[in-house]
């Protein structure tokens, strides 16, 4: 989908059944889902994660403190679709929602021959942030299926989350 791919996240990340992924615990918080069961996520430990945009590896990096609902998926449909927060989605959602918070505008870092990691200027799109999510998904081995199925979703639906973020700034 798109032009970006998605390595796998770096070793600084906990290895878990679902392979490497961020360090989150669940706090207690009120959702718009209103259920008082769910809980949001906060990360204990700066996460960072790799991808490929037109040939340039980036390199994106979530600070420590960050709180995200995991995937913005209410609770009944958990059943159905299969879909966790806390599943192989995690690492992939846990990206995509920073990239949301920020609408794109988060740190990168480019590789550069010879000089190796170089901060650099670029701002995702929500169409990179998406394919970004989709191919991390891809790389923690969730299902084709799946991952179209949540992929389709955030094409359809994530311009309402993405322009939450841009009124509340």
């Known amino acids: 989908i798109g032009l970006t791919s998605c390595s796998s996240p770096i070793s600084d990340n906990i290895d878990s059944k679902y392979g490497l992924q961020p360090d989150i615990r669940p706090i207690p918080s009120k959702t718009s889902h209103r259920d008082s069961t769910t809980f949001n996520y906060r990360s204990y430990r700066e996460w960072n994660y790799y991808f490929t945009i037109d040939s340039v590896r980036y390199k994106g990096t979530v600070p420590r403190a ?82 179209r199925l949540m992929f389709d979703a955030v094409r359809k639906y994530g311009y309402i989350a993405w322009n939450k973020h841009l009124d509340s700034k």
């Open 66 to 147: 960050i709180i995200s609902d995991g995937t913005s998926i209410p609770k009944p449909l958990w059943s159905i679709t299969g879909i966790q927060r806390d599943g192989l989605e995690r690492a992939a959602a846990w990206a995509h929602d920073w990239h949301y918070q920020r609408n794109g505008k988060i740190p990168l870092k480019k590789w550069v021959l010879v000089k190796g990691w170089t901060d650099c200027d670029k701002v995702l799109t929500r169409e990179e942030s998406d394919n970004i999510f989709y191919n991390m998904m891809k790389a923690s081995k969730v299902s084709e299926k799946r991952a």
